[in-house]
Each structure stands twice: as structure tokens, then as C-alpha cells.
């Protein structure tokens, strides 16, 4: 009796081993995307890019603005009441004046205008290199969890059919209880293991659906089609430097805060210079006689305003944007210096490990439980392989995972898809 009981969980073991790639459990509405694909409907319905395209806008209407000429300003007057006059509604008069900038305003508003819509866009595109490296990490971290809940998965159903089994012999007599308790006790602490592994899912595909703009109640399966064969020992560390401080849009952003308060201190100082009002004038019936014509030009005289504090500030701007250019660069210099080194540390462990170490050991575990029903080794061994065969598989998963995702991270702090 006791022979067969074993052979029967030697071949649910053996069914465990075979569908071990088979998916977990998931909704009827589940939505299989690859990569790429997830990254189309990102650009094309992610709202926080849609609410910063907007701000692009913004910015050239602005331009428009500042190339708009002052409005004329008219005016016009008629008599009401005059002392000794019998008729002072014929009194009437006429005023045009026009403002004209000076020093340069205008030029000098428009190329800050420009600048402007510069900042928007590289603003939208640090917005897009964040949120897509959020995208691909958490594409990656499903996938690889899903792995991991596979495993969890087949075991738990392998050890839960061990258990009815177990307690159908326990009952006969024909096996101890502790055997029944031990595999009830490891069959628990999997099941813990998996809901927390499982909550972990939930998040990373809750943000993940956020970027997509996916359906809350869909449960997206990242499809992957081959692993990244790329190596980051294969880029030198100096062209990864180089390729960031090209296109890093937020070291962009810094330096054009720098032209941009440099363009302004400039505007401040032209805005010193008075600006000029030109008018003519007509009255009716002026003192000097009827239908006077006249013409007269204004402007403040710079005594005491002369936009000394503007000015200041504008000096302060300057030297406060280049320290933050330099702070920028040091950062960026930093980031991809330890990410390279521990992309490097990362690849190395995962060339360390034997490609057959997995398929030896599935064969091991198999070897083991044969042992067991043959009474070599003891329960307690028999469970101690087992967890180490689980521990082993989510090893692995979890080193692949870091591997691609010390690879995303070169991508991010050098602005450059290097690693796909």
C-alpha cells in the first residue's frame, strides 16, 4: 500500500516538474502585451504626457505674444459744460498715441519666449525618459514574478494533492502523523509566500496600468519573446558618459535655465531705457483757433527707477543656474558611474552561474524524491530538497530581473537606449 501511495506522488511531482513555465491562474480579461506594444499605447494614452504636451503649447502661444506690437491707444472728448459758452457740445477733441519699445525689448522678449518652449520640451521629454523607464521596469518585474508565482502555483497544487493523500493514509494507518503535519506545516508557509508575492504583483500592475491607461479590472501579461543578450561590459564606460551629457534632457533643461537667466539680464537692463509714447492730437476749437492739429512725444525720465532690482536679481539667477548646472552635471556623472559599476557586478554574478545548473537540479529533485519513497532519506531531507529547489528557481528569476533592470537603469541615466 505504502509503494503505491509514493509512486502516485512521484508522478504528481513529475506533472509539477513538466508544467512548471505553464501560467499562473489569472482574470478572464487578460491582456498579453510585448514590449513594444505596451509602449505605443503608453505615448499614445498616458495622461500625465498628454497634461505636459499641453504646456508646449503654452509656451508658443507665448512666443506669439511677445512678437505682437503695442496696441494704439485713442481717445476722445466732448464738451459738456463751458462757463459764458451758449453751446460747448461743439468742443471737441481727438487723441492717438502709440507705444515704442527701446534698447531692444521686444527681440529680446521674443528669444525668451523661444526659450521657454525649449524648457516645455525638454521638460516633456525628461517627463517621457522617467515614466518609460518606469514602463519597461515594471513590464520586466511582472514577467519575472509571474515566473516565480508559476512556480509557487504548481508547487502548492503538487504539495495539496500530497496532503490529501497523506490524510487519507494517515487515517488508514499506514503513515505517521508527523508526515501529514510536516507537508501541511511546508504547504502553509508557501501559501503565505505566495499571497505576499502576489500582493507585490498587484502593485507593480496597478502602476502599470496607470501609464498604459488600461481597464483597473484587466490583468496584463507582459509577453517576452527573447532575453536581452546584450552585455553592459560591451559599451565603454567613457561613451556611456559621453551619450548622457548629450542627451539628457534634464542637463538640458539646466543649461537653458542658464541662457535663459543670462537673456534676461539683459532684457532688465534694456528695461532701464524709458520706452517712448508718439501722439497726435486734434481740437476742435482750440484756445490757439479752430481744428488744431498737434503731435507730442512722451517718456519717463530714469531718476530713480532704473530697475536697479531687477537687475540684482537677475545677476543672482545667473549665478544660482550655473551652480545648479553644476550640481546637474556632477549628478549625472555620479549616476552613470555606480550604475555602470553595478550593472558590470550584476552581469558578472549572472555569468557566474552554470546555464545547466537548472536542468541538473531538476533531475536532482527528481532523484531525491525517488530516494524518498524508497525510504533513503528522511522526510525532513525530502522537504529541505524540496524548498531548496523552489529557493534555487526564484533565485535565478530574481538575477535575471536584476540583470535587465541595472540595463534599463544605463539606459535611463544616459538618456539612450543602449540595452533593448
Do not use: C, H, W
Not at 495622461?47 to 508658443?60: E, G, K, P, T, V
Amino acid at each position: 500500500m505504502r509503494s503505491k501511495v509514493f509512486i502516485v506522488l512521484f508522478l504528481f511531482f513529475v506533472l509539477f516538474l513538466q508544467k512548471q513555465k505553464t501560467a499562473a491562474q489569472t482574470p478572464t480579461d487578460t491582456l498579453r502585451l510585448t514590449l513594444n506594444e505596451a509602449q505605443d499605447q503608453f505615448v499614445k494614452s498616458n495622461l500625465q504626457l498628454i497634461a505636459q504636451r499641453y504646456n508646449i503649447d503654452n509656451a508658443s502661444a507665448q512666443v506669439v505674444t511677445a512678437r505682437l506690437f503695442p496696441n494704439p491707444n485713442f481717445s476722445f472728448s466732448n464738451g459738456i459744460y463751458a462757463s459764458g459758452v451758449s453751446n460747448p457740445y461743439s468742443e471737441q477733441t481727438y487723441g492717438l498715441s502709440q507705444l515704442f519699445t527701446t534698447a531692444g525689448k521686444r527681440n529680446k522678449n521674443i528669444q525668451l519666449a523661444k526659450l521657454s518652449v525649449d524648457q516645455s520640451k525638454y521638460q516633456f521629454f525628461d517627463l517621457l525618459r522617467t515614466l518609460k523607464f518606469t514602463l519597461r521596469n515594471d513590464f520586466y518585474t511582472i514577467y519575472f514574478q509571474e515566473r516565480s508565482a508559476t512556480v509557487y502555483n504548481q508547487e502548492i497544487s503538487s504539495l495539496s494533492k500530497t496532503l490529501t493523500i497523506f490524510k487519507q493514509q494517515y487515517a488508514k494507518g499506514n503513515i505517521a502523523q508527523k508526515e501529514v503535519l510536516r507537508i501541511q506545516s511546508q504547504l502553509y508557509s508557501l501559501q503565505i509566500e505566495y499571497s505576499n508575492l502576489q500582493k507585490g504583483i498587484d502593485t507593480v500592475q496597478s502602476e502599470f496600468k496607470i501609464l498604459l491607461k488600461a481597464s483597473p479590472d484587466s490583468y496584463i501579461l507582459p509577453v517576452v519573446n527573447t532575453q536581452n543578450s546584450m552585455a553592459a561590459s560591451a559599451v565603454p564606460y567613457q561613451k556611456l558618459l559621453d551619450s548622457a551629457y548629450a542627451n539628457r534632457y534634464d542637463l538640458k533643461l539646466a543649461k537653458t535655465a542658464v541662457d535663459y537667466n543670462t537673456l534676461n539680464l539683459k532684457l532688465q537692463k534694456s528695461a532701464a531705457v524709458p520706452d517712448v509714447s508718439l501722439s497726435l492730437n486734434y481740437d476742435k476749437l482750440a484756445a490757439y483757433g479752430q481744428n488744431f492739429l498737434g503731435a507730442g512725444i512722451s517718456f519717463d525720465l530714469p531718476f530713480f527707477n532704473r530697475n536697479q532690482g531687477n537687475i540684482q536679481q537677475a545677476r543672482i539667477a545667473i549665478d544660482q543656474s550655473k551652480v545648479q548646472l553644476q550640481s546637474q552635471q556632477d549628478q549625472l556623472q555620479s549616476d552613470v558611474f555606480i550604475n555602470y559599476k553595478n550593472a558590470l557586478r550584476t552581469e558578472e554574478l549572472y555569468n557566474s552561474f552554470d546555464p545547466a545548473f537548472k536542468d541538473d537540479f531538476d533531475k536532482l529533485i527528481q532523484q531525491v524524491f525517488i530516494n524518498y519513497e524508497k525510504r533513503n532519506i528522511g522526510m525532513l531531507e525530502f522537504i529541505d530538497f524540496y524548498d531548496s529547489y523552489k529557493t534555487n528557481v526564484l533565485q535565478l528569476n530574481n538575477l535575471e530581473l536584476s540583470r535587465v533592470l541595472s540595463l534599463e537603469q544605463l539606459n535611463y541615466v544616459t538618456g539612450t537606449p543602449f540595452f533593448n
